[in-house]
């Protein structure tokens, strides 16, 4: 098993860069919010709607590795898009449950299918084929201390990924 931990910004609005750090105490990549332009970026101080959000992922060379974009609908649950910029596979990430409490995602691609159940004051868990093949979890007591697992039959190895996903739904949220 794989982990790892980062402290995000205290203000989700923040677009300050964050460093990912791995067990062994070195920095492995890090990531920040970005806005799409200063209209939006206006929106979210003013009358604190995240109507867009993107979280965009860097390798320690500084290129773009993920991208997570929320798309937010007029009517109706948000999606979110997530993009590996290296390889250019998306995946598709929408509500299965419309529960606020503890939500329900689909995350899909071509190439395979997560789940992601959230539970509050818990791990929000990613299945692969019904077994969990990764966690992620803030921990309000250790000042949002924030842990990432992932397990060595996940079929997503990139903790990049789980990170781009995990701020955009459960720090952001909706």
Same mark, same amino acid.
């Given at each position: ?35 799409? /332009?200063? @209209? $939006?970026?206006?929106?979210?101080? =003013?009358?604190? #709607?995240? +109507?867009? &959000? ?29 993009? /590996?910029? @290296? $390889?250019?596979?998306?995946?598709? =990430?929408?509500? #299965?449950? +419309?529960? &606020? ?74």
């Amino acid at each position: 098993m794989k982990k790892y931990t980062y402290l995000p910004p205290k203000v989700k609005d923040s677009t300050k860069s964050v460093d990912v750090i791995d067990e062994a105490g070195n920095k492995v990549f890090t990531f920040k919010r970005n806005y799409k /332009n200063i @209209l $939006t970026r206006m929106a979210t101080y =003013v009358w604190n #709607i995240d +109507w867009n &959000v993107q979280i965009d992922v860097y390798s320690n060379d500084r290129d773009i590795v993920y991208q997570c974009i929320k798309n937010t609908k007029w009517l109706g649950k948000p999606t979110y898009k997530v993009i /590996n910029c @290296l $390889t250019s596979e998306e995946y598709e =990430v929408s509500y #299965i449950s +419309w529960q &606020v409490i503890s939500p329900e995602l689909l995350i899909k691609s071509e190439s395979c299918e997560l789940i992601v159940k959230k539970v509050p004051m818990d791990w929000a868990k990613f299945y692969y084929q019904g077994k969990e093949v990764a966690r992620w979890r803030m921990k309000t007591s250790e000042l949002f201390k924030t842990y990432l697992e992932i397990e060595k039959d996940s079929p997503i190895q990139e903790p990049e990924f789980f990170t781009s996903i995990a701020q955009s739904l459960f720090y952001i949220g909706e």
